[in-house]
């Protein structure tokens, strides 16, 4: 099994919020103690203890969580809760779906690649997720035993512009260029 370091140079772990239905609980224990094992913060209810205001805490949960995975079986795809954390994911472009079986997810999350999971192979399972969260995150995907590329002394930056802004600009010279070329003509 391969230690992921997603978290941006030493910070916080990734934290992953697991959807799943109560009756497939055991499966789901042993995915979350291999995501965790794997170097995760991965929550799921178990952690909710008596006198807890359950639906506060997991939607602070679930807003905290870097990706939302969804555990789909025959159960989950009847639960509200599962199909409202499954959304609350989809819409933030953070959902990971996996499934134990061959159920089908519901409708309106079949578009987004499900990993099939397998008993006995959660360290193959954890670095499909691995991968999975560090395309969500936007991070590069690398294999054991390489190193990210960098230079010294800069860092990345973030480009959060809109794609049209480039051509806004481009326009807003043309036109300065046309005006002066018009005024020159004169």
């Known amino acids: 099994m391969v230690k992921h370091d997603l978290s941006n140079e030493g910070q916080k772990p990734v934290r992953l919020f697991i959807s799943y239905a109560r009756v497939d609980r055991e499966p789901v224990e042993r995915l979350a ?5 794997a170097g995760f913060s991965a929550w799921w209810d ?15 949960e679930l807003n905290a969580a870097d990706a939302v995975i969804v555990v789909w079986s025959e159960a989950s795809v009847q639960s509200n809760w599962v199909l409202d954390e499954a959304m609350h994911g989809r819409d933030r472009g953070c ?11 519901p409708l309106g999350y079949r578009q987004i690649q499900t ?5 006995g192979q959660e360290a193959e399972q954890v670095d499909d997720i691995g991968r999975a969260v560090a395309r969500i995150r936007g991070l590069a995907v690398r294999e054991p035993g ?12 973030a480009n959060n512009q809109p794609a049209w802004v480039p051509f806004a600009w481009a326009l807003f010279g043309l036109v300065w260029v046309l005006i002066f070329w ?3 003509r004169n």
Do not use: N, Y
């Open 33 to 37: 103690h291999a995501l965790e094992a």
């Open 46 to 60: 178990a952690a909710l203890e008596g006198g807890h205001h359950f639906a506060a805490e997991i939607e602070r």
């Open 95 to 105: 959902l990971i779906p996996v499934r134990f079986d061959e159920t089908v997810p």
């Open 115 to 119: 990993i099939e999971l397998e008993e």
């Open 146 to 157: 390489t190193h990210p590329r960098s230079t010294p002394g800069r860092r990345a930056k």
């Open 182 to 184: 018009g005024m020159a």
